[in-house]
């Protein structure tokens, strides 16, 4: 079946412009994370959601970085008047339910680059 | 949140066995070992867990040290597809809130020649 999808892949934006990441998760997964990942380390975790609830925005770095997922399904991640340092991967997975044993399923990432 | 200890890189032949060892030194009671793999270019993937005992999947065999301070991930005979960044995640038994949350350091690079 459909992995998770991430759109755009590739996005350039100059710096102040915000952007908007669309996540769309595999069908029928309660669970949904955001991630960010700088070259040669680690995915950082952000945020993530149980349905359309956000239950721990925790990792976003500040009020610039938003995110919503209002039908429990597809998720945007926001990133507001967009500075340099944002330029990363940011990856979104997602799992049947969180909780012990989860399994969680990423997507290809969508890459930033801010100018 | 617990940390990990993983040494930056390993090489290994192919069809030979690979053990990747993680040194958790802090783990609590209620922690989790969980292994993420990467591959180039790709999303990291799921590859094993364990709490106490030693676990195996068509994946990989995860052996656990009796006090749980270390564990090591056992691929039985590599592949080239194998070659990834393998990341070593202690994860809290609880889910609520910020409990839970994967919390991936920089990871083993494995090489695999041929």
């Known amino acids: 079946g459909a992995g998770v999808s991430q759109s755009p892949r590739y996005k350039v934006t100059k710096r102040g412009q915000d952007v908007a990441l669309r996540c769309d998760p595999i069908?029928?997964?309660?669970?949904l994370y955001w991630y960010r990942q700088a070259l040669g380390q680690g995915p950082e975790f952000l945020t993530y959601?149980?349905?359309?609830?956000?239950?721990?925005k925790s990792g976003l770095p500040n009020d610039r970085f938003s995110a919503e997922r209002p039908e429990g399904s597809i998720s945007t991640l926001t990133i507001q008047r967009t500075e340099q340092r944002d330029s990363a991967m940011y990856r979104c997975?997602?799992?049947?339910?969180?909780?012990?044993?989860?399994?969680?399923?990423f997507g290809p990432g969508t890459r930033l680059l801010v100018l | 949140d617990a940390k990990t200890t993983q040494p930056n890189s390993m090489e290994s032949n192919e069809e030979e066995p690979v053990h990747l060892p993680c040194n958790h030194s802090?783990?609590?009671?209620?922690?989790?070992i969980h292994w993420y793999r990467q591959l180039p270019s790709q999303g990291p993937e799921y590859v094993i867990h364990g709490l106490t005992s030693n676990v195996n999947n068509r994946m990989a065999s995860l052996a656990i040290a009796e006090d749980r301070k270390s564990s090591t991930l056992i691929l039985h005979r590599a592949t080239l597809r194998d070659a990834a960044v393998y990341y070593c995640i202690l994860r809290d038994a609880g889910y609520g809130g910020s409990q839970g949350n994967l919390i991936f350091g920089k990871g083993t690079k494995l090489s695999v020649k041929p």
């Open positions: 069908s029928g997964h309660v669970s």
């Open positions: 997975a997602s799992s049947l339910v969180r909780g012990i044993g989860e399994t969680q399923y």
């Open positions: 959601f149980n349905y359309e609830a956000q239950q721990d």
């Open positions: 802090t783990i609590s009671g209620t922690d989790y």
